[in-house]
């Protein structure tokens, strides 16, 4: 599934800002699943780096979206079966969390989630793997309420 993201070039502050100026209501908070995210250190790194050296996050993303680059791939240039098994000397966090780790216990290399094809390092994506968690609270919800 493609995703469309006509904004992709507006910065977080851009988009704060045009909704300030027109009354626009936003969330300022972070997301409660965010935290302890990786993602979040890597955002502030690359700040970091953009405040020292400007357009640097532009290219950086991209590159990420450059057709050559490995995780643009195709679904059918990576099989799920290419999925490494988690060795039993590997992080006890990487076999929760289905991650692919190395024979040295380090991260695999990224595919496509099985649900919506988004980059990630285990079988399902984490928007994917919450939003299975939200169906089935729905019908445990209604199920209940049925009774």
């Known amino acids: 599934m493609r995703k469309v993201k006509p904004l992709w ?3 977080e502050v851009e988009t704060a800002a045009y909704g300030f100026l027109k009354g626009i209501d936003y969330v300022t908070e972070e997301c409660p699943m965010s935290e302890d995210a990786t993602s979040l250190v890597y955002k502030e790194a690359l700040s970091r780096i953009e405040d020292r050296m400007p ?3 532009i290219v950086f993303y991209q590159g990420f979206l450059d057709p050559s680059n490995p995780l643009r791939e195709g679904r059918e240039s990576a099989a799920p079966d290419d999925a490494a098994p988690v060795p039993e000397d590997a992080p006890a966090s990487a076999a929760v969390r289905g991650t692919d780790v190395d024979a040295e216990g380090g ?5 496509e989630c099985a649900e919506c094809g988004a980059p990630t390092y285990t079988e399902t994506c984490s928007f994917c793997r919450l939003k299975e968690r939200v169906r089935k609270a729905r019908e445990l919800r209604a199920a209940r309420m049925s009774r």
């Open 107 to 111: 991260v695999g290399t990224p595919r």
């Open 55 to 57: 357009g640097t996050r």
């Open 9 to 11: 070039r507006v910065s």
